[in-house]
């Protein structure tokens, strides 16, 4: 996993895996820093995405088969 981690008084930003950001806590309070995990964030996003894409698809489907409907039946 990759996370980002931002000092809060300082506002440095640092990108580490998981064992570095294990070492990195050994040397540093925890309370001074804002911790994003960015594994986290990218699959959600791209859940988010898929959630679209899945929505569009049903919601063309549907006016597919109104026309084909419309076409054979009137």
Do not use: P, W
Not at 40 to 62: C, F, P, W
């Amino acid at each position: 996993m990759e996370y980002k981690i931002v000092n809060r008084n300082t506002g440095a930003t640092y990108f580490l895996n998981e064992k570095e950001k294990t070492n990195f806590f050994i040397k540093n309070k925890l309370q001074n820093y804002n911790e994003i995990n960015l594994t986290e964030q990218r699959r959600t996003r791209i859940n988010k995405m898929l959630d679209v894409v899945a929505h569009l698809a049903i919601v063309g489907a549907s006016i597919l088969a109104t026309l084909i409907y419309i076409q054979n039946y009137c």
